[in-house]
């Protein structure tokens, strides 16, 4: 079955570059899109962006300007960068398998189980 | 403020039918944007529920159904149980002229009394 594994650092200090890898296993990292969505602490989903295995990306439009994504089909992994980041970037960030449909991201099949990034000095 | 309106809470006895709403506009779900609908558990990674309005992945019991009407979506579930006390969010796209991406309702708390 699909699996995804999210690692990174727990803390990362305010204005400095918040670095996730989200390993993909169980499935062939070219059959989806990948996505990282967020959820504050105590709050709902946000989708930051999604990747293709040619390395093509979406991103959302309040993120687009700090956020990269990329993509290792050698190491079946997926990484997300987001710099300048502060104490409203704090969340649980989560990957996910993403369908496309229409050139559009569609729906999120598989999530991973998440992984806390707290910005704080 | 969410782009998906969804109510912050709703409850139900066990064995009732309990109703969430998703309130978008002609920039989602009014432009034909497909409507989903996650569960997450307390604790957990969400889970995919119901996906293109109306359809049931694999394994997820009949008692959840989905529907979409103009501008609005709602999750259904009949034969409340005790299991299915967690958060429930429904998901589309927008598209307007500020940008365009993947959108999230703001969630409901299901309680099962």
């Known amino acids: 079955q699909v699996q995804l594994q999210e690692s990174g650092p727990g803390l990362v200090k305010p204005s400095e570059t918040l670095s996730l890898t989200c390993s993909v296993s169980?499935?062939?990292?070219?059959?989806?899109?990948w996505s990282w969505i967020r959820q504050p602490p105590g709050k709902g989903l946000e989708w930051i962006g999604c990747v293709y295995f040619s390395g093509s990306t979406n991103y959302s439009p309040s993120l687009k300007s700090r956020v990269t994504i990329s993509i290792d089909t050698s190491r079946k992994q997926v990484s997300l960068r987001l710099n300048s980041v502060t104490a409203a970037d704090t969340a649980v960030y989560f990957c996910?398998?993403?369908?496309?449909?229409?050139?559009?991201?569609?729906?999120?099949?598989?999530w991973g189980q998440g992984t806390l990034v707290t910005v704080s000095s | 403020q969410s782009v998906l309106t969804q109510p912050p809470s709703v409850s139900g006895a066990p064995g009732q039918r309990v109703t969430i709403s998703c309130t978008g506009s002609s920039s989602n779900i009014g432009a034909n944007f497909d409507v989903h609908w996650y569960q997450q558990l307390p604790g957990t990674a969400p889970k995919l529920l119901i996906y293109v309005n109306t359809n049931r992945p694999s394994g997820v019991p009949d008692r959840f159904s989905g529907s979409k009407s103009g501008t609005s979506a709602s999750l259904a579930i009949t034969g409340l149980q005790a299991e299915d006390e967690a958060d429930y969010y429904c998901?589309?796209?927008?598209?307007?002229?500020?940008?365009?991406?993947?959108?999230f309702g703001g969630g409901t708390k299901l309680t099962v009394l």
């Open positions: 998901q589309s796209y927008d598209s307007s002229l500020s940008g365009s991406g993947v959108v």
């Open positions: 169980g499935v062939s990292i070219n059959s989806y899109y």
């Open positions: 996910a398998s993403t369908t496309f449909r229409g050139g559009k991201p569609e729906r999120f099949d598989y």
